[in-house]
């Protein structure tokens, strides 16, 4: 079975950066895509950025140009750089390899005004 495990999360004052990153095992990681998601309180979960086996990104609108998703296949890592944080970023999040269903358990990101 698939481990996803993320790390990173904490409490930021707005305008700050944080840096995600989930470590995933028990899969070919170099094959998959992989996205960071995020479930705030009342809301659904969402998309925040997808990355493809071969490195092509893709953003949801409220993100582009501040959070960067990278992936290193060697260490079996997919990373979110988080710069300018708004309160409105506050959420738990989550990485994924959509394509199995396979989730991690999140880590939770605060952003205080």
């Known amino acids: 079975q698939v481990q996803l495990v993320e790390s990173g999360g904490g409490l930021v004052q707005a305008g700050g950066s944080l840096r995600l990153s989930c470590v995933a095992s028990r899969i070919t990681f170099s094959l998959y895509s992989l996205g960071w998601y995020r479930r705030a309180p009342r809301n659904q979960r969402e998309l925040v950025a997808l990355?493809?086996?071969?490195?092509?990104?893709n953003y949801a609108d409220f993100v582009k140009g501040r959070f960067t998703i990278s992936r290193d296949n060697a260490k079996n890592t997919v990373y979110l750089q988080m710069n300018s944080l708004k309160p409105e970023d506050t959420a738990v999040y989550l990485c994924?390899?959509?394509?199995?269903?396979?989730w991690g358990q999140g880590t939770q990101v605060t952003v205080s005004p």
């Open positions: 990355i493809t086996s071969d490195g092509s990104t």
């Open positions: 994924a390899v959509p394509v199995i269903n396979s």
